[in-house]
């Protein structure tokens, strides 16, 4: 009879070692789902992890992209981070993602033709603040009525997808279009676009802010009160209490960090990458971003290399649906799969496998 012994504390050991055997686990059962397919597994699983990076037929253009994907997945990724260690569940920054770009992208919008410096640091802004309000709806909610956040923050991004082709048809559609949705080319308005910094690398301001929000996240969990105070509501909700640390506010905090870091990714994504504002804008960064904060193990300096890895799945999924005609529904399944062997593997953090007999199990 297999059994499991709770660990007097978490294994610091497989705390670490369960991204990794997750990610083993994930090419595993990946190969023998491809297999399925009628794909040779070895072949797919080395198009989607090796040929971007060191095959120079396809690097020249996959390792900038690494860049490009990783840079909203990590901003967003360290946001929701902060929520889930205090035990606040922000299920839905995809919407939040989508109304930084939308509030961003009006900004600049209602001032073309102005050609200033000023412009994009004010769509920055405006972007932040769109993902922020839109987290903030579930947040006050909660404060105020005691609603499930994860609800409310999930079904909100069904109402931004709404609300995104709405505008996409209507108020920010390019007149000068054709009746096309869809809005002027960000990425060709000089005071609207957010380019590469460095030709040829991926680099945009975008990246820029993740690795900055990586760093600042890692100061604040390692030497902040508030950091502190998020720690403890999550490890001991009780031992927050008697600590003076106050919920509510906690809510509102966290909420409207990650709210406001995926507004940022939406609006770094829609003046760069992207390009415009369009019904099909939203590729899903808000809820991949959950498998990377938890593949990163809540950890900022973990999390940046999950945004790689899952990155590097972004573009070795297009590749293998290109070279091996691999189907997309297959690549989401591929990525889904390493949260599902994440969230299965995590148990051996907190629990021992004990082997014995019926009645020792009893």
Not at 223 to 251: E, S
Not at 273 to 299: E, H, K, M
Request: charged content about 10%; proline content about 6%; overall charge positive.
């Amino acid at each position: 009879m297999l059994r499991l012994e709770k660990r007097p504390s978490p294994s610091a050991f497989w705390q670490w070692a369960t991204p990794v055997l997750a990610v083993v686990l994930t090419m595993i059962a990946g190969g023998i789902m491809f297999a399925l397919l009628g794909k040779n597994p070895v072949e797919a699983i080395r198009t989607i992890f090796w040929d971007p990076l060191f095959n120079e037929q396809f690097a020249a253009y996959s390792r900038p992209q690494l860049l490009v994907k990783a840079g909203p997945l990590i901003l967003i990724a360290v946001g929701l981070s902060l929520g889930f260690r205090a035990g606040i569940w922000n299920i839905g920054a995809e919407g939040q993602y989508i109304m930084g770009a939308l509030f961003g992208a009006g900004v600049g919008l209602a001032l073309y033709p102005v050609e200033t410096r000023w412009v994009f640091p004010l769509m920055v802004v405006a972007g932040i603040f769109g993902g922020w309000l839109w987290a903030m709806i579930p947040a006050i909610l909660k404060t105020r009525f005691n609603t499930n956040e994860i609800l409310v923050s999930l079904l909100l991004v069904y109402v931004a997808q709404n609300v995104l082709a709405s505008m996409s048809l209507g108020l920010l559609r390019n007149p000068e279009g054709g009746g096309f949705p869809g809005s002027r080319n960000l990425g060709q308005i000089p005071a609207m676009a957010n380019p590469e910094l460095i030709p040829g690398t991926g680099m945009h301001w975008g990246v820029i802010a993740a690795f900055m929000v990586v760093i600042a996240a890692y100061i604040l969990l390692q030497r902040h009160i508030l950091g502190f105070q998020i720690k403890l509501a999550g490890q001991a909700p009780r031992a927050a209490r008697f600590a003076g640390v106050n919920p509510q506010r906690l809510v509102l905090l966290c909420m409207g960090i990650s709210g406001a870091l995926a507004g940022a990714a939406g609006l770094f994504e829609v003046t760069g990458p992207s390009g415009q504002i369009s019904i099909d804008f939203n590729v899903g960064y808000g809820f991949t971003a959950i498998i990377v904060a938890f593949l990163g193990r809540l950890n900022p300096i973990g999390i940046l290399l999950a945004g790689l890895l899952m990155a590097l799945t972004y573009i070795g999924g297009e590749l293998a649906s290109f070279m091996l005609g691999l189907p997309a529904a297959a690549i989401q399944a591929f990525q889904g799969m390493l949260l599902f062997f994440l969230l299965a593997v995590d148990l051996l953090t907190n629990f021992r496998i004990r082997f014995g007999t019926r009645k020792e199990a009893l």
